[in-house]
Antibody
Framework: EVQLVESGGGLVQPGRSLRLSCTAS????????MSWIRQAPGKGLEWVGF??????????EYAASVKGRFTISRDDSKSIAYLQMNSLKTDDTAVYYC???????????WGQGTLVTVSS | QSALTQPASVSGSPGQSITISCTGT?????????VSWYQQHPGKAPKLMIY???NRPSGLSNRFSGSKSGNTASLTISGLQAEDEADYYC??????????FGGGTKLTVL
């Protein structure tokens, strides 16, 4: 059974950093791209970014709203994907979902999400 | 990249059919057959319902179907049931090699 479990969320002050982790099981993580999607309280879904699998170059793409501040990485030996978030803003407050991305375009498995609150 | 345009809400009675539209541009919806749809119940993670415009994941009810014409994709739910009441989001691949979601549609089953 495919499972994605996010961790690392919490309360953080504006301007600080936070790293989220996504631990995957039930499939060979190295064969898939992984993506992060967020949802602000009471709002819709917003794609954050993805990282392709290493056979496809392990390249990353990001939404304009987070480019230059957020970085996605992966450790296939541990079956973990990461979302490093720097220079956090109050607008980054959201539930962050880890997803498996079937390239180029659909998210077939989702984690339960982890809440990140950016507030002073 | 601007969000795709969806109606804020739609409604229907049990047994009826409803259609949710998702309008983009030739740089996303109209340019690729890579539109997907997601269902989200309150407090839950989204669930994939349709991918690549009209394909259903294995095991999903055939009451859900997808289509596309020009820059607009559509999700149709037939034989509406109470458990279909949820938020629905479309998503598309874009010419920038990124992905974009619609604003979401709240489906109410009357």
């Amino acid at each position: 059974e495919v499972q994605l479990v996010e961790s690392g969320g919490g309360l953080v002050q504006p301007g600080r950093s936070l790293r989220l982790s996504c631990t995957a099981s039930g499939f060979t993580v190295g064969d898939y791209a992984m993506s992060w999607i967020r949802q602000a309280p009471g709002k819709g879904l917003e794609w954050v970014g993805f990282i392709k699998s290493k056979p496809y170059g392990g390249t990353t793409e990001y939404a304009a709203s987070v480019k230059g501040r957020f970085t996605i990485s992966r450790d296939d030996s541990k079956s973990i994907a990461y979302l490093q978030m720097n220079s956090l803003k109050t607008d980054d407050t959201a539930v962050y979902y880890c997803t498996r991305l079937v390239v180029p375009a659909h998210f077939d498995y989702w984690g339960q999400g982890t809440l990140v609150t950016v507030s002073s | 990249q601007s969000a795709l345009t969806q109606p804020a809400s739609v409604s229907g009675s049990p047994g009826q059919s409803i259609t949710i539209s998702c309008t983009g541009t030739s740089s996303d919806v109209g340019g690729y057959n890579f539109v997907s749809w997601y269902q989200q119940h309150p407090g839950k993670a989204p669930k994939l319902m349709i991918y690549d415009v009209s394909n259903r994941p294995s095991g999903l009810s055939n009451r859900f179907s997808g289509s596309k014409s020009g820059n607009t994709a559509s999700l149709t739910i037939s034989g509406l049931q109470a458990e279909d009441e949820a938020d629905y989001y479309c998503s598309s691949y874009t010419s920038s090699s990124t992905l974009v979601f619609g604003g979401g549609t709240k489906l109410t089953v009357l």
